[in-house]
Each structure stands twice: as structure tokens, then as C-alpha cells.
């Protein structure tokens, strides 16, 4: 919708704000949330809601929509967890616990559904969700005891989910994108940062 639609025409003169002479350039929309650590305690994430936090955190500039005239094309979605490396004792027996664990936990039952206006798309598991250019998980281990200690890192990794045909955030159009687990959030042993990432192509005013 142009800026300036709805107005009469005896103001046309007067208009401040124009939304011709657009540019398109490439661009990330980005926001970031915590899991927290106690099962069933997050049952959803409501991502790109917030503002006026640090530049780390989002970069959006009102909750929920793009300003006028700015459009955003979303070409992939990925998401990146925000984890330091980790020294893990190795327990005698079953799974590493710790930042991996953590991470494989919450990709195996959570879902993302991206909302815009009245319209939903996905469903999507998050392990079809990955980030890329990131520290790529690792684990070492020294020694031959059940004892062993770990180095570990991790993050999803594989190609990025392509959206095709790409999805078009409108100016002023509300959106969301929402995590849920369908069974309950998991049991971590810390706190999880998540931010998702959606990667494309940004229309913008050229000043």
C-alpha cells in the first residue's frame, strides 16, 4: 500500500514521506530468545516480537512488521544457538549431557511455523532448520576410561532450507515466527539461545 494512499488530494503538496525510489539490498531479519532449562517450562517461542533491544539480540525496529516503505523476501530460514564451547565429564554410561545434548534435545521435537498476516507456512521440524558459516560441532576425547573428558561444541548443521517460492514480508504486514514442542519443552541442563535467522533480500527507501 503506498505511504501516502489514503489521503486527499487537496494535501498532496504537503506530503513529507514518499515510498518511490526503492533499492534492494541483501539483508538478514534476525531475533533471539532463551528455552529455559526446566522441562515443559517454555512451551512456545514467539520470535521478532521485540524492539528496542541490543543489536546481538534482534534488529527489528517495531514488534512484529517491517516498517513503511521497507519490504524484506525471505529466501532461507535457519536457526543458531547461541553456545559456548564446554569441558564435559563423560558419564559411564548413556548420552554426553551438556551443551550437545541440550541442542539435539530441542531440535527433535520442536516445530517452527512462520505466521504472516492470516497465513500460516510450515510446519517445520527444526532439524530441517539449519544456520550456516558457523563453528561446525566437535567432540575430543583423551584417555580410554569411562571417565573421559570432552570438549564439545555444536551447532545443526547441513545445507540451508531454501524457500522456493521465496515469502514476501509487505510493509506494515504483521508476521511471527513461532517455536513450540508439541510434547513439552525439553529438560536442559542450562538455559538454550535461540535465534532465527531469516536470510534474503531487503527493499528499502534510497536517501
Same mark, same amino acid.
Request: a neutral charge; zero cysteines.
Given at each position: ?9 487537496? !494535501? ?6 514518499? +515510498? $518511490?525510489?526503492? %533499492? ?8 533471539? $530468545? ?9 512451551? %512456545? ?6 524492539? +528496542? ?12 512488521? &517491517?516498517?513503511?516503505? %521497507?519490504?524484506? $523476501?525471505? %529466501? ?28 539435539? $534435545? ?17 510446519? !517445520? /521440524?527444526?532439524?530441517?532448520? *539449519? ?33 522456493? *517460492? +521465496? ?6 504486514? /504483521? ?5 513450540? !514442542? /508439541? ?8 538455559? &538454550? ?15
Amino acid at each position: 500500500m503506498a505511504i501516502n494512499q489514503n489521503i486527499p488530494d487537496a !494535501w498532496s503538496s504537503y506530503v513529507t514521506q514518499i +515510498n $518511490l525510489g526503492l %533499492e534492494v539490498v541483501p539483508d538478514v531479519l534476525y531475533d533471539t $530468545l532463551t528455552i529455559a532449562a526446566a522441562a515443559n517450562s517454555t512451551p %512456545e517461542l514467539r520470535f521478532y516480537q521485540q524492539t +528496542n533491544v541490543a543489536l546481538d539480540v534482534s534488529n527489528m525496529k517495531q514488534p512484529g512488521m &517491517l516498517g513503511n516503505p %521497507e519490504a524484506f $523476501l525471505i %529466501e532461507t530460514i535457519g536457526f543458531y544457538f547461541k553456545v559456548p564451547a564446554q569441558i564435559i565429564a563423560a558419564a559411564a554410561a548413556g548420552p554426553f549431557t551438556g551443551i550437545m545434548n541440550d541442542i539435539v $534435545l530441542a531440535v527433535n521435537t520442536g516445530i517452527a511455523e512462520l505466521t504472516i498476516g492470516n497465513k500460516k507456512y510450515g510446519p !517445520w /521440524p527444526l532439524f530441517k532448520l *539449519p544456520i550456516s558459516t558457523f563453528v561446525k560441532g566437535t567432540i575430543t576425547s583423551a584417555g580410554a576410561t569411562a571417565a573421559n573428558t570432552a570438549v564439545a561444541y555444536a551447532q545443526l548443521d547441513g545445507p540451508l532450507y531454501p524457500l522456493f *517460492p +521465496n515469502l514476501m514480508l509487505s510493509p506494515l504486514q /504483521p508476521f511471527v515466527l513461532s517455536v513450540r !514442542w /508439541p510434547s513439552g519443552s525439553p529438560a536442559l541442563s542450562a538455559s &538454550l539461545i535461540m535465534t532465527p535467522v531469516f536470510d534474503g533480500q531487503r527493499a528499502r527507501s534510497i536517501q
